[in-house]
């Protein structure tokens, strides 16, 4: 039995028997190609979130399919009771492109966090220091589970599910005296996003992750990167902490690795490692011959097909003509946030997040609504700068159409609604915090 041709029984299923904490928009897609998917009834969209920063290489590569299809055809899974060469080489390329000593494989960015976590306290504990907190950020994101969202500084994500996990501090993010003054002799880490993706795309200050840096190795206090969402090549450098010209202690990743897959890995130097011993910690699935070759394979398309210039090139492209938008319809557009392929763009309260992302996909481009003014775009990392003009096009043209709207609203003294979105439009379709200046990276990590 296959249902993957008819729409309204996958609906219909879905809120019947899938536990209902997602709020799918209506629509289900039978194949990708590229940076494009295509729904049941044939309609075509430019992906333009890439399954939440997750599917870096797009949709159908075909050395990615070829390598998955391969391995699952030879082992899918062993377990950890065994050595397997797909493990290793993972752990061998991932050290060697980055500050890490030290690899641990799981399934996803929420199980990469928890491991960070243990082994902090564990490294520790392991030196008979009495250290447990761990400092985070308010408005950050670091998972779902017990122990992440203990972690993640955000009350929404945990006030159903009380009593919190103990041993977190949350501060302001891009404060550093609030960081400073929430030191302990308790404090065993700080835990921190270098883009803060979840609460609306807000990137660090380069000077402000700097003095941390220096403040945690003074103090022997490690400081863990969450680049969960930031890493492999999404801001155009391997890892986003490149851009900050610091190297983490501990640095956690998903999403982007496996192109698909399901991985997720937390990476370590060797003094860090000290805080896990044998039988300390554990996955069934996590570093299985399957997802691991799929891994190697994202970072060899990554070399080879250059993708780490293709993100500076085609986001500065991104970034200059955002900027354009925000300059032309300053009513309209609040902000323009970001660096490489994670941008969010803040719209004023008259278009809200939800029914912008609404209108864009009824003209074809699927991006992320961000709470209730922001959208998100995390597209593949192969979106070449014809297709982002694509983009660029059409959303000049929904903001050319809804200024007209508010004018007139204005000139009545009415308050427009973003019901008011123009939304006929078919569904055929043929980084930096001031974008008024001309983008320069260090200058506005800087800012």
């Not at 999404?234 to 851009?243: D, H, K, L, V």
């Not at 983009?391 to 200024?403: E, G, M, P, S």
Request: charged share 25%; glycine share 8%; aromatic share 10%.
């Amino acid at each position: 039995m296959t249902i993957d041709k008819d729409f309204e029984l996958t609906k219909k299923w879905d809120k019947q028997y899938c536990l209902g904490v997602f709020s799918p928009a209506d629509v289900a897609f039978s194949k990708g190609s590229g940076v494009w998917l295509y729904d049941m009834a044939g309609n075509k969209y430019m992906d333009l979130i890439g399954g939440i920063a997750v599917n870096s290489l797009g949709h159908g590569n075909t050395a990615l399919t070829s390598a998955i299809s391969s391995q699952a055809k030879k082992l899918i899974h062993v377990s950890n009771l065994y050595y397997n060469s797909q493990k290793s080489e993972l752990a061998y390329r991932l050290c060697n492109l980055s500050f890490a000593d030290k690899c641990f494989f799981c399934n996803s960015g929420a199980e990469a966090n928890e491991a960070a976590i243990k082994i902090a306290r564990g490294y520790h504990y392991y030196k008979e220091d009495n250290r447990y907190e761990i400092i985070t950020a308010t408005m950050s994101f670091h998972g779902r589970t017990l122990a992440t969202i203990a972690a993640t500084g955000q009350e929404k994500f945990r006030k159903a599910f009380g009593p919190d996990m103990p041993g977190f501090v949350y501060v302001p993010y891009n404060d550093y005296d609030a960081i400073e003054a929430a030191i302990t002799p308790h404090t065993a880490a700080i835990m921190l996003e270098l883009i803060q993706g979840e609460s609306g795309v807000h990137p660090a200050r380069k000077e402000y992750i700097q003095k941390i840096r220096k403040l945690c190795t003074e103090k022997d206090i490690l400081l863990i990167i969450d680049e969960v969402q930031t890493g492999i090549g999404r801001t155009g450098r391997m890892f986003c902490y490149e851009n900050y010209g610091i190297t983490p202690d501990i640095m956690t990743l998903a999403k982007g690795l496996g192109g698909g897959v399901p991985i997720g890995a937390m990476l370590c130097t060797d003094k860090v490692a000290t805080g896990m011993r044998k039988g300390d910690h554990g996955s069934t699935f996590g570093g299985g011959p399957l997802a691991c070759q799929a891994a190697c394979t994202v970072l060899e398309q990554i070399e080879e097909k250059e993708l780490l210039n293709n993100v500076g090139e085609v986001s500065e492209y991104l970034f200059y003509e955002l900027g354009k938008l925000k300059i032309k319809y300053p009513s309209l557009v609040n902000s323009v946030r970001g660096m490489g392929f994670l941008i969010g763009i803040e719209f004023n309260e008259i278009l809200g997040s939800v029914e912008m992302a609404q209108v864009l996909m009824n003209k074809g481009f699927l991006v992320s609504p961000i709470g209730n003014s922001t959208i998100r775009l995390a597209p593949p990392l192969i979106l070449k700068k014809y297709e982002a003009k694509k983009f660029i096009t059409t959303l000049a043209d929904i903001l050319k159409k809804n200024v007209s709207l508010h004018q007139t609203h204005a000139s009545s003294g009415s308050t427009p609604k973003a019901s008011s979105f123009e939304k006929k439009e078919s569904l055929d379709v043929t980084k930096r915090n001031n974008p008024d200046e001309k983008f320069d990276f260090d200058e506005e990590l800087e800012n």
